[in-house]
């Protein structure tokens, strides 16, 4: 007869289940405890990353800050103008709006269907107009980024990443399991002072794995999400948008010669979109336009409601709204998950609460390393064994 143990919720707990989610916890923590060591570490700086920019002179965003380009400044058609005049022979492809600042980025190509190798970016200052440069790539910030979000590995790492985001949620969550029978007759956070270094290397990784419990639910929850980004932005722009741009697709693409104001094109979208901001335009002929389409991708003016994006598609010969749809709601949750899983919500204060979080979290990822390196052949069954004897009735 199995030996039974009373859990406090009420309900029996079995040696077997113990052991079930002890070796889940166990297993799902040590596949994916080095990756996520690396992300701790590699997340650190990339949490105050437009601060480290402005410190080193790499942020035009701060440089020009009071003015978004979104909403004021020069003509479109007059920087398209200037943008098309830098690289003569070559088409407009996008352009970048910022909410914060009067940059505004022109990417141009030798085709409207050019790859992303054959693109350039131009740097504006919307506000006068003055060409500001190529956007320049690179920097270490941005390997910091790479390697965060793919190892430079591209898609399969980004997926990857995506694994191990998944095993992260799973051993918090086995965690929590073995964690409230295992203080079933200690009090929560208890540190037992007089035992010996691994059982005080054990109740470090407890109370600071329950005290940093909530945020790294959320921050696993949404790099996971994050990590399958690409897939769920390919599956909106070849399903929602296509199906938009469905009606137009028998049209003959528009020559780059004929395409009509912008501006005009602008002002006709924001007429049915009122009280939100363009964040980008596709130009026709790209992968994120019609044949004969400006795309124009508007953000919310609310703290939440900016990090979704509404488009908009415009025949960009005569300025003729063709449709505008709200985004599906999981690439709705892709889209609040990225802010939050920087700690991009609330300013510098919430970025240093992150901080603090993130080296509490590697701090907790560690001693899980060192607890399973320095493990006796037994533990596992000793482990067990003491969990149900705290579980049992005083």
Same mark, same amino acid.
């Given at each position: 007869?199995?030996?039974?143990?009373?859990?406090?919720?009420?309900?029996?707990?079995?040696?077997?289940?113990?052991?079930?989610?002890?070796?889940?916890?166990?297993?799902?923590?040590?596949?994916?405890?080095?990756?996520?060591?690396?992300?701790?570490?590699?997340?650190?700086?990339?949490?105050?990353?437009?601060?480290?920019?402005?410190?080193?002179?790499?942020?035009?965003?701060?440089?020009?800050?009071?003015?978004?380009?979104?909403?004021?400044?020069? *003509?479109?058609?007059?920087?398209?103008?200037?943008?098309?005049?830098?690289?003569?022979?070559?088409?407009?492809?996008?352009?970048?709006?910022?909410?914060?600042?009067?940059?505004?980025?022109?990417?141009?190509?030798?085709? *409207?269907?050019?790859?992303?190798?054959?693109?350039?970016?131009?740097?504006?200052?919307?506000?006068?107009?003055?060409?500001?440069?190529?956007?320049?790539?690179?920097?270490?910030?941005?390997?910091?980024?790479?390697?965060?979000?793919?190892?430079?590995?591209?898609?399969?790492?980004?997926?990857?990443?995506?694994?191990?985001?998944?095993?992260?949620?799973?051993?918090?969550?086995?965690?929590?399991?073995?964690?409230?029978?295992?203080?079933?007759?200690?009090?929560?956070?208890?540190?037992?002072?007089?035992?010996?270094?691994?059982?005080?290397?054990?109740?470090?990784?407890?109370?600071?794995?329950?005290?940093?419990?909530?945020?790294?639910?959320?921050?696993?929850?949404?790099?996971?999400?994050?990590?399958?980004?690409?897939?769920?932005?390919?599956?909106?722009?070849?399903?929602?948008?296509?199906?938009?741009?469905?009606?137009?697709?028998?049209?003959?693409?528009?020559?780059?010669?004929?395409?009509?104001?912008?501006?005009?094109?602008?002002?006709?979208?924001?007429?049915?979109?009122?009280?939100?901001?363009?964040?980008?335009?596709?130009?026709?002929?790209?992968?994120?336009?019609?044949?004969?389409?400006?795309?124009?991708?508007?953000?919310?003016?609310?703290?939440?409601?900016?990090?979704?994006?509404?488009?908009?598609?415009?025949?960009?010969?005569?300025?003729?709204?063709?449709?505008?749809?709200?985004?599906?709601?999981?690439?709705?949750?892709?889209?609040?998950?990225?802010?939050?899983?920087?700690?991009?919500?609330?300013?510098?204060?919430?970025?240093?609460?992150?901080?603090?979080?993130?080296?509490?979290?590697?701090?907790?990822?560690?001693?899980?390393?060192?607890?399973?390196?320095?493990?006796?052949?037994?533990?596992?069954?000793?482990?067990?064994?003491?969990?149900?004897?705290?579980?049992?009735?005083?």
């Amino acid at each position: 007869m199995t030996e039974r143990f009373s859990h406090p919720s009420g309900l029996a707990v079995k040696r077997s289940t113990i052991r079930f989610w002890y070796l889940t916890h166990r297993w799902t923590s040590i596949i994916s405890t080095l990756f996520l060591l690396m992300l701790c570490v590699t997340g650190l700086p990339l949490i105050f990353h437009d601060e480290i920019d402005a410190a080193f002179g790499e942020d035009w965003e701060s440089r020009l800050a009071g003015n978004p380009s979104a909403s004021v400044g020069q *003509p479109l058609d007059s920087i398209v103008a200037r943008a098309l005049a830098e690289r003569p022979g070559e088409v407009p492809l996008f352009i970048g709006f910022s909410q914060d600042s009067s940059l505004i980025t022109v990417t141009t190509g030798p085709s *409207p269907d050019a790859p992303g190798s054959a693109m350039t970016l131009l740097n504006f200052d919307r506000l006068t107009g003055r060409s500001l440069g190529p956007v320049e790539g690179g920097g270490v910030m941005e390997t910091i980024l790479a390697l965060h979000v793919d190892m430079l590995l591209g898609l399969p790492g980004m997926l990857f990443l995506g694994v191990m985001g998944i095993l992260f949620l799973i051993a918090l969550i086995s965690g929590v399991v073995l964690y409230a029978p295992f203080m079933q007759r200690l009090r929560f956070g208890t540190l037992r002072r007089g035992r010996s270094k691994r059982v005080r290397r054990l109740d470090q990784h407890n109370l600071l794995g329950a005290a940093t419990l909530g945020w790294a639910l959320v921050v696993g929850a949404t790099g996971a999400i994050n990590a399958f980004a690409d897939p769920l932005t390919d599956n909106w722009r070849e399903g929602e948008l296509a199906e938009m741009i469905a009606a137009q697709s028998s049209e003959e693409p528009l020559d780059p010669a004929a395409y009509g104001s912008l501006d005009l094109a602008m002002a006709r979208a924001q007429e049915i979109l009122p009280g939100r901001s363009p964040q980008f335009v596709g130009f026709p002929g790209g992968a994120w336009s019609g044949p004969r389409q400006y795309a124009i991708f508007f953000q919310g003016d609310r703290p939440l409601t900016s990090h979704l994006l509404t488009p908009a598609l415009v025949e960009a010969d005569t300025g003729r709204l063709v449709d505008a749809r709200e985004m599906p709601a999981i690439n709705k949750a892709l889209m609040l998950s990225k802010p939050l899983h920087f700690g991009d919500y609330g300013g510098l204060p919430f970025k240093l609460l992150w901080a603090v979080l993130d080296l509490l979290t590697i701090w907790v990822l560690w001693t899980g390393l060192l607890l399973w390196l320095r493990r006796s052949p037994d533990r596992t069954e000793r482990a067990v064994e003491e969990i149900a004897l705290r579980s049992a009735p005083a």
